[in-house]
Structures are given as C-alpha cells and as structure tokens.
Nanobody
Framework: QVQLVESGGGLVQAGGSLRLSCAAS????????MGWFRQAPGKEREFVAA????????YYTDSVKGRFTISRDNAKNTVYLQMNSLKPEDTAVYYC?????????????????????WGQGTQVTVSS
C-alpha cells in the first residue's frame, strides 16, 4: 500500500524559505511521477510542481518558477519542494501526490485527477 507523508510546513515571513518533504513508501517509484499541489483557503487545489522519478524531468506552475525547486532522493524515497522568496499568496495546504505511468506532458501532470495517491497535506503560512 502506497503511503505519502508530508512534513516541513510552518509559519514563515515573506521572503523566507521552507523545504517540504514527502516520504513515499509501499512501492518502487522508479516509474512514477511525483507532484506537489496546494490549496489556499476558499480556492480549488492547484498544481505547483512535478518531477519524473526516472530522469529528474520537472514542470512548474508559472507563479513559482525561479522560486521553488522540486527534487528527489532515491536512497530515501523522498521528494522535496524547496520554496524560496515566499510570498503571502503561497499560503496554502501543500499536498504530495504520486501517479504511476503518467504521460509526461504538462497538461497531464498538472491535472490532479491523474494522480493515484495523496498525502495528508502540510500547512504553509507566509506572513506579510
């Protein structure tokens, strides 16, 4: 059974940094796509970033390009989201997700319905 456990959220001032972690277990993830999504209060959940486990390919939503970096550690079966230059509008619950055999196209990996497994979420709050 696949399990995704996020950690690393918290309260940070605007301009600060946080690193989110997503520890994955229950499968061999070499053929998976791992994604980060977020949901702000009163808004729908939206795509943030994705990484293809096999070759480090990545996609980002435009609003986080140049500020966020998604990466993964094979040995630890963990995906990270390094968030720098945080803004109040980055405040949200951040979710990790995993998808098997996902077509590597931006429109596909950015669609939350394509993901098979989800973590419980971690809160990120950015104060102004």
């Amino acid at each position: 059974q696949v399990q995704l456990v996020e950690s690393g959220g918290g309260l940070v001032q605007a301009g600060g940094s946080l690193r989110l972690s997503c520890a994955a277990s229950g499968r061999t993830f070499s053929s998976y796509v791992m994604g980060w999504f977020r949901q702000a209060p009163g808004k729908e959940r939206e795509f943030v970033a994705a990484i293809r486990w096999s070759d480090y390919s990545t996609y980002y939503t435009d609003s986080v390009k140049g500020r966020f970096t998604i990466s993964r550690d094979n040995a630890k079966n963990t995906v990270y989201l390094q968030m720098n230059s945080l803004k109040p509008e980055d405040t949200a619950v951040y979710y990790c997700a995993a998808a098997a055999k996902l077509l590597w196209l931006r429109t596909v990996v950015a669609t939350q319905g394509r993901y098979d497994y989800w973590g419980q979420g971690t809160q990120v709050t950015v104060s102004s």
